[in-house]
């Protein structure tokens, strides 16, 4: 295929399709650098990874990254965790946003480019992959109704802190009993007076079978619900006024289990800041 060819290839791609602004998926993925590997990894990540195995490719339009430094980490709950082991393991995460309707173009394009980062060598190999999925967006429940920024300027907008909650299911039916009770019911009464500006509701989708060897298959596809509780305070100063015993108010409804909460603030780009703060 000519150079000319493959050109006007990306024409037809951006002349069909869905291209709408909304967060139709999103790509979560919480990582814990090796012992030793953290101001490496975090370099890598940022100067590399963040840009040509991320926000360079289609449809992934807006990211951010989350860190959590040893004491955040010792506010994570449960102790036993589905998602992480120990709870603490996970100090890295980064949440992208897809737009709706582009999960597949965007998926091939996601497996090439790592495919191609892995044989040139431009892969950090020091890192657990703890929890990582792209998801299927479900819903946003907002504090403030109409007023302040929507769920696909959440990335762009420089919240303080990010909460994330995931929470099993016995099922696919109770997963949607499970969501219908967080919308109509629980997160609008939380949000009320809180430093939550807003929530978004995903499900995981299954990855590929031809992703990378180090990546594990995600669990919970038709289980589990994550949530994104982005934050205009650092969560420290809120952490047990709002966002302590989440998981015995899902266990009285009878409606799943709570397998993670987890506090994060924003990293500084371009910086080693927190590094030093991670063990």
């Not at 430094?69 to 949440?95: F, H, K, M, N, W």
């Not at 909650?165 to 609008?188: F, M, N, S, Y």
């Not at 009464?189 to 989708?205: C, D, I, T």
């Not at 924003?266 to 991670?278: F, K, N, Q, S």
């Amino acid at each position: 295929m000519s150079e000319a060819t493959d050109l006007e290839a990306y024409a037809r791609l951006a002349g069909t399709g869905p291209y709408g602004v909304r967060p139709g998926h999103a790509l979560i993925t919480m990582v814990e650098p090796h012992a030793g590997q953290e101001r490496a990894y975090n370099r890598w990540y940022e100067d590399d990874h963040f840009i040509a195995g991320a926000m360079a490719m289609p449809w992934m339009y807006a990211g951010r990254r989350w860190v959590a430094t040893r004491d955040l980490q010792l506010l994570r709950y449960p102790a036993e965790s589905a998602v992480a082991r120990p709870v603490t393991s996970g100090c890295y995460i980064s949440t992208y946003w897809v737009t709706a309707g582009r999960y597949s173009e965007h998926l091939k394009w996601s497996v090439g480019i790592n495919q191609r980062l892995h044989r040139d060598g431009r892969v950090h190999h020091d890192r657990t992959h703890v929890f990582t999925a792209f998801h299927g967006h479900l819903a946003t429940v907002y504090r403030d109704g109409s007023d302040g920024p929507r769920d696909f300027h959440a990335l762009n907008y420089p919240y303080d802190g990010l909460v994330v909650e995931v929470i099993d299911t016995a099922g696919p039916v109770q997963r949607a009993k499970l969501l219908e009770w967080l919308c109509a019911r629980h997160l609008g009464a939380r949000l009320s007076g809180s430093p939550a500006a807003m929530v978004l509701v995903f499900r995981p989708h299954p990855l590929p079978a031809d992703r990378m060897s180090y990546v594990e298959q995600v669990a919970g596809v038709d289980t589990r619900l994550t949530l994104l509780w982005f934050l205009e305070q650092d969560p420290r100063m809120c952490w047990d006024e709002h966002f302590t015993g989440l998981d015995s108010l899902v266990a009285e409804h009878g409606l799943g289990s709570v397998e993670f909460v987890a506090p994060f603030i924003p990293t500084v780009p371009g910086t080693d800041r927190y590094v030093d703060e991670l063990r």
